[in-house]
């Protein structure tokens, strides 16, 4: 007669997530994820089949805070950047999750992801999330994505409107995400990155007041930079040959002033052998009257 085993975990079941709640939140199906656990080949969906952006103008500003803010943190291993990339806070449960358009996890490694799965990522959540809004978005799915966002652990969370050029920003305090008062000239506690509102829009700064740019703008400054530099090497180049043209008059003056100096010489020399001559002829001269002199007396 056979005996029932009873079910052994690998892991045990965390289900702290079903306490501190409010009546507003949407809970997991605890039977699904109790099913998910039993299942091993529970498959963590990588895509949506969504595009990342509705629009270029969303677009634009998603890659822009992405790239920037992974130049910004290059040297630092520990700080992991992604935009449109599934985030699953909760194993064996392959329901609950979003995609932010842009999320910065510290503490995490850099390096590529089909999904962020929180318990492979020593159960850190990411700690900053930016969500770029375009006219598909409802107010009923923003406040989902917040409530999400407060739940699993989100320290700062950011909500740009660029229709209305509208920025608004939560911060955790007490285990809740506050609302800032004026998001204009804040800065981000984490990033240290400054959001600056205008009519052109959103800006961004770093702590150093450099500007957030696009790939467009960095190409073309780099483009700019490059021709300045490429520039400042021609008339380098130009100098450095007016410098050799004078070098190779001043070479060519010495040479001749050189030349004229042997010349002189040879001519001293001859003038000195002649002036020998001369005194020479003198002597003998001098010497024939004498001689003449002499014989006349005889």
Same mark, same amino acid.
Request: cysteine-free; aromatic content about 10%; glycine content about 2%.
């Given at each position: 007669m056979s005996t029932l085993q009873?079910?052994?975990?690998?892991?045990?079941?965390?289900?702290?997530?079903?306490?501190?709640?409010?009546?507003? %939140?949407?809970?997991?199906?605890?039977?699904?994820?109790?099913?998910?656990?039993?299942? *091993?080949?529970?498959?963590? *969906?990588?895509?949506?089949?969504? *595009?990342?952006?509705?629009?270029?103008? $969303?677009?634009?500003?998603?890659?822009?805070?992405?790239?920037?803010?992974?130049h910004l943190f290059a040297e630092r291993d520990d700080v992991f950047i992604a935009a449109d990339l599934f985030w699953y806070p909760v194993q064996y449960d392959n329901k609950t999750k979003y995609a932010p358009d842009v999320m910065v996890a510290f503490g995490r490694p850099k390096g590529d992801r089909g999904s962020y799965l929180q318990w492979e990522e020593d159960n850190i959540a990411p700690q900053v999330v930016f969500e770029i809004l375009s006219?598909?978005?409802?107010?009923?799915?923003?406040?989902?994505?917040?409530?999400?966002?407060e739940r699993f652990g989100v320290q700062e969370y950011y909500e740009y409107d660029p229709d209305n050029i509208k920025l608004k920003g939560w911060v955790r305090k007490s285990n809740?995400?506050?609302?800032?008062?004026?998001?204009?000239?804040?800065?981000? *506690?984490?990033l240290n990155v400054k959001f600056e509102l205008s009519e052109n829009g959103l800006t961004f700064y770093d702590s150093r007041g450099e500007k957030f740019t696009s790939f467009t703008e960095e190409k073309t400054r780099a483009n700019h930079e490059k021709q300045r530099a490429d520039n400042e090497k021609q008339r380098a180049d130009n100098e450095k040959q007016r410098?050799?043209?004078?070098?190779? %008059?001043?070479?060519?003056?010495? $040479? %001749?002033? !050189?030349?004229?100096? %042997?010349?002189?010489?040879?001519?001293? $020399?001859?003038? !000195?052998?002649?002036?020998?001559?001369?005194?020479?002829?003198?002597?003998?001269?001098? $010497?024939?009257?004498?001689?003449?002199?002499?014989?006349?007396?005889l």
């Open positions: 009873p079910i052994s975990f690998n892991k045990p079941l965390n289900l702290n997530f079903f306490f501190n709640a409010d009546e507003n %939140r949407k809970w997991p199906d605890v039977f699904s994820i109790l099913k998910n656990k039993l299942n *091993p080949e529970i498959i963590y *969906p990588e895509s949506d089949g969504k *595009p990342m952006a509705d629009n270029t103008k $969303q677009y634009k500003i998603i890659v822009t805070i992405k790239e920037n803010l992974e006219p598909g978005n409802t107010s009923g799915e923003m406040i989902k994505k917040f409530r999400f966002y809740r995400l506050k609302h800032i008062e004026n998001t204009n000239n804040w800065i981000s *506690p984490m410098a050799d043209n004078e070098k190779q %008059r001043a070479d060519n003056e010495k $040479q %001749r002033a !050189d030349e004229l100096e %042997r010349m002189l010489n040879l001519e001293k $020399q001859r003038v !000195d052998k002649l002036e020998l001559k001369i005194d020479t002829f003198e002597k003998k001269m001098a $010497q024939l009257m004498n001689y003449l002199e002499n014989s006349e007396k």
